[in-house]
Every structure is written in structure tokens, then in C-alpha cells.
């Protein structure tokens, strides 16, 4: 049977440096670069869709045919008199920078509209970002979270990445707690340590994974860099499996949101819980010796 894969969030304009110091236009963002490298990996038995809002301008015309000739199904709806968000990346050593443009973005009207979730049914999976609740005012916010409540009332699994962006957010506090309130009912949490160290005060991996699982979190992936992924799922024995060695680092952008496509397309299939993060870490691997959110990848591991 042919399950949905939906991510929810902002796609925006990406201005990337080149080698020759020149930028070039793509577009990118954390939930549809998900959706991007899940579909890059996935078979047939992978339906993979772009949940957002676009303007009604040439640029968003661009961007929907773009989503679309990726093999993403793009659910957007359009926004007259708006258009989409822009970022710059700045790039030092591999580690890179952002400027953004976003504040009157079409996407942060994404739930205008939406009495539920199109197009999914129990065993089907939605995937969200603290970015996709940070862009939303409150009401906004608040719609998204009955939506996806809605959703797994009808036996939709829920994964959640805390994508921590404290610049996005009104105060560290409401980030802290709207990113524990969505925690506390997903099925999954792929959070990144050094983000929820920096922001929680977590002292370890561990301390991290423990956190999640203690708000109700099912399943709870730690994502390190380049250092040990940390999981644990259901009451089974937490499991730490080591990423591949990278000989260069060219640019980490989008690395965690390729380690989420592989990743969930890999748990989706049925692998294990180790097998799934091998298949996140092959395709993140791959996309940190690139520059740019988007890179060509091989099939993951599954």
C-alpha cells in the first residue's frame, strides 16, 4: 500500500555562493527540503507531499513548478497580493550563515482555509518544524496544532523536528513551551543536541532523549552532527549509532533535513530504528559535501 509522507512549512527563495563567489537563486526550506530528499530516495511505495501558502507573483508560479517537477505534491494554496520568503546563505569554513526576508511571506497564512489535513488516512505521516510554528502568529499557530490533532485523531502519525530558530520567536520562553506542547503529542521528535543544549540546558545527548520522553514522545531521534545519533522508541533499549566519516565538510546546510527524508522514508518502509538512522545519516552525509539545501543523492540504505 502506497503511504503519504506531508510536510508542512515554508518554501522559500535560496540565494547560494558559488565557487565563484556568485549567487545563485534555488529554493529551499527546512520542511520541503524533507519532503525534497524523502522523495529523491523513496519507491513507489512513497506518495510525498508540500503543505504551504504562495503568493499569486511570478516567483511563486516558479517555485510551485519547481515543487511539482521534483515529484512533491504541492498542496498550496495562494495568497493574492503576497508572494514567498527569501534567504542568503554566507558560508565560512563549511558552517554556514542566514539572512532572511520573510516577514510578509504567503506561507505564514499556510492554515488559512483548512477545516483538516488533505489527502491522509490512518498510517500516513505529517512532518512539521519549530519553524513551521514559529512563522505563524498565534491564532495561526494554534489552528496548525487542532489540525494535526485532528489528523491523528484519524490515525496520523505525527513527526516533529524542534528546528530551534530563537530569532523567528517572540521570546525564548513561548519557544520553549509551544516546542514541548507539539513534542508532547508527536509520535516522533528529531531533535538536533547541540540546538536543545544551547536552549534547554540539556548536558548530554541522553538528557536530551530523556526530555522527549518524558513529555510522551513515542519515538526520539537525537541528531548530533557529526557525532552519535541517539534514539530510543516505545520501551525498547535506547540505541547509538555512529554516522559515517565525511572526509570535507562543504556546507551543512539542510544536513538535518535530509537525515529526516531518509530517515522517515526508511521508517515508513518498516526498517528498524537503527536501520531508519543509517539510511538518515547516508543521505545527510552526501548532501554536507555539496554546497546549497539541495543536492542530487543516492538511494539511501533501508
Keep these: 500500500m502506497t503511504r503519504t509522507l506531508m510536510t508542512i512549512g515554508e518554501c522559500m527563495v535560496e540565494m547560494a555562493p558559488g565557487d565563484d563567489g556568485r549567487f545563485a537563486m534555488g529554493f529551499a526550506g527546512d520542511m520541503f527540503n524533507s519532503a525534497w530528499y524523502a522523495r529523491q530516495v523513496a519507491g513507489d511505495r512513497l506518495r510525498v507531499a508540500f503543505l504551504s501558502a504562495i503568493g499569486d507573483d511570478a516567483v511563486s508560479a516558479e517555485m510551485e513548478g519547481f515543487i511539482r517537477a521534483a515529484g512533491v505534491e504541492p498542496m498550496l494554496s495562494v495568497v493574492?497580493?503576497?508572494s514567498v520568503g527569501l534567504y542568503l546563505i554566507s558560508l565560512t569554513n563549511g558552517e554556514r550563515s542566514f539572512s532572511y526576508w520573510r516577514s510578509d511571506s504567503?506561507?505564514?497564512?499556510?492554515?488559512?482555509?483548512?477545516?483538516?489535513?488533505?489527502?491522509?488516512?490512518s498510517g500516513d505521516w505529517v512532518l512539521v518544524s519549530g519553524i513551521t510554528l514559529a512563522i505563524l502568529d498565534d491564532d495561526r499557530r494554534a489552528r496548525l496544532l487542532e489540525l494535526l490533532h485532528e489528523a491523528k485523531s484519524r490515525g496520523v502519525l505525527i513527526a516533529f523536528?524542534?528546528?530551534?530558530?530563537?530569532?523567528?520567536?517572540?521570546?525564548?520562553?513561548?519557544?520553549?513551551?509551544?516546542?514541548?506542547?507539539?513534542?508532547?503529542?508527536?509520535?516522533?521528535?528529531?531533535?538536533?543536541?547541540?540546538?536543545?543544549?544551547?536552549?534547554?540546558?540539556?548536558?548530554?545527548?541522553?538528557?536530551?532523549?530523556?526530555?522527549y520522553r518524558a513529555a510522551g514522545t513515542a519515538s526520539v531521534v537525537v541528531k548530533n552532527g557529526a557525532g552519535p545519533v541517539m534514539a530510543s522508541e516505545g520501551s525498547s533499549p535506547p540505541v547509538t549509532v555512529h554516522p559515517p566519516e565525511i572526509p570535507a565538510v562543504v556546507d551543512t546546510t539542510a544536513a538535518g533535513d535530509a537525515f529526516n527524508g531518509g530517515f522517515l522514508n526508511a521508517f515508513m518502509a518498516g526498517a528498524s530504528l537503527t536501520d531508519s538512522i543509517h539510511a538518515g545519516?547516508?543521505?545527510?552525509?552526501?548532501?554536507?559535501?555539496?554546497?546549497?539545501?539541495?543536492?542530487?543523492?543516492r538511494s539511501a540504505r533501508t
Excluded: Y
Design 281 to 297: 545519516c547516508a543521505v545527510a552525509a552526501q548532501v554536507i559535501g555539496a554546497r546549497g539545501a539541495l543536492v542530487p543523492v
Design 106 to 121: 504567503a506561507a505564514r497564512r499556510l492554515t488559512d482555509g483548512l477545516d483538516r489535513l488533505p489527502g491522509l488516512v
Design 80 to 82: 493574492p497580493g503576497k
Design 161 to 211: 523536528d524542534p528546528n530551534i530558530r530563537p530569532r523567528l520567536w517572540d521570546s525564548a520562553e513561548e519557544m520553549c513551551r509551544q516546542i514541548m506542547k507539539t513534542a508532547a503529542f508527536s509520535d516522533l521528535v528529531l531533535p538536533s543536541f547541540d540546538d536543545e543544549a544551547t536552549h534547554f540546558g540539556d548536558a548530554s545527548p541522553e538528557a536530551t532523549l530523556a526530555r
